[in-house]
């Protein structure tokens, strides 16, 4: 079935005849990044959990592999696609239950490199991220945060190359407006 330089056949292929290897595989390959990616996306509702978009989008993908038409390179944009949409719901769902009252009141932001640690460093990005307007922060989410190329990122969010990038310049110089060291 496959060798020490790869699968015989490409795993996005073996993975549509079931093999367990192959699932393993590309649950290697994307799974981290995939978390990551999920944990920069707001989703209105703190109760949400990233881990479990993630397995949303990894169980979609597992019934759908059939349905899916590219090779192991596209894979990644198809399963972040899937992410991105349980995201969206998450989102609109929270918005319709949504019984609190927000507060007006913009939170202070830090220059990135007042920040210590890993965790206030995801809160940073976090916060960061939330503050410019959604493709933006996707864009830059997906780029500069789990470094998926342009291609990729265009797939995920079903725009143009060329709007991948005028969205990570607007949204750069956005942060860079705000004080934010990028």
């Keep these: 079935m496959s060798d020490a330089t790869g699968p015989a056949r490409p795993w996005v292929e073996l993975a549509r005849d079931g093999d367990p290897t192959a699932w393993r595989a590309l649950y290697d390959a994307h799974a981290g990044r995939l978390v990551l990616w999920l944990r920069q996306l707001p989703t209105g ?10 397995m949303e989008a990894w169980s979609v993908a597992a019934s759908r592999i059939a349905d899916f038409e590219g090779d192991d390179d596209a894979f990644a944009g198809w399963l972040f696609g899937i992410a991105r949409n349980h995201v969206l719901n998450a989102r609109r769902k929270s918005a319709r239950r949504a019984t609190y009252a927000m507060s007006a009141m913009p939170e202070p932001t830090l220059p990135m490199e007042t920040v210590t640690g890993p965790v206030e460093t995801a809160e940073a990005v976090r916060r960061a991220l939330a503050m410019l307007p959604q ?4 864009v830059i989410a997906c780029i500069d945060v789990v470094d998926l190329d342009v291609a990729t990122t265009a797939r995920i969010l079903g725009i143009s190359r060329p709007a991948v990038r005028v969205a990570r310049q607007r949204g750069l110089r956005r942060l860079r407006a705000a004080g934010w060291a990028v």
């Design 135 to 138: 493709r933006e922060g996707e």
């Design 45 to 54: 509702d703190p109760a949400a959990d990233h881990d479990d978009l993630a």
